[in-house]
């Protein structure tokens, strides 16, 4: 079974889709494994996007994702990553598969309402940010300790 992480962004928790963006993976057939409301200081935001520093949206980015909780899910399910991605649509919303969380609640590039891990190796890394290894035993992905 694979592993991938989704968060629903400061807009997607302000604007009160959480519970319909959770139905929606539910329906997927994804288990969920671990749920949590964040909020990230700049350490961990930083952290998080660390492979995006230098590029010219990345202070944006930062100040986006530290301006209001985030919810931090941990998945699993069979082709978990390119199964979520494809749920998720496009970066830009107005890119975005009509019936993709993205294109129903993005409101652009950069406020885009959910994060989905882009490799098996990074949904893994990824759902380790978030949840302590003990608290994800039943994972597919040695977590347990
Ligand atoms: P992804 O989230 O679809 O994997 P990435 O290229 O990994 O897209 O970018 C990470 C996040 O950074 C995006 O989801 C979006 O919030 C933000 N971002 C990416 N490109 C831009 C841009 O050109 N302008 C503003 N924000 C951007
Ligand atoms: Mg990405």
Not at 35 to 56: M, Q
Not at 122 to 131: A, C, P, T
């Amino acid at each position: 079974m694979e592993t991938t992480c989704l968060l629903i962004k400061p807009d997607g928790v302000a604007e009160a889709h959480v519970g319909e963006i959770v139905a929606r993976i539910e329906e997927e057939g994804f288990t969920i494994r671990g749920i949590r409301l964040v909020r990230l200081g700049r350490p961990k935001a930083e952290a998080f996007y660390a492979i995006h520093r230098g590029r010219p949206f990345f202070e944006g980015l930062i100040e986006y994702m530290t301006s209001g909780p985030i919810v931090a899910i941990a998945l699993e399910r069979e082709d978990a990553v390119e199964h979520l991605r494809h749920m998720i649509g496009a970066t830009d919303p107005t890119d975005a598969e009509e019936g993709t969380i993205r294109a129903m609640f993005g409101k652009d590039i950069g406020a885009n309402t959910v994060h989905g891990s882009d490799s098996v190796e990074n949904g893994i890394r990824e759902v380790l940010f978030f949840f302590p290894k003990e608290e994800l035993v039943e994972l597919g992905v040695s977590a347990g300790g």
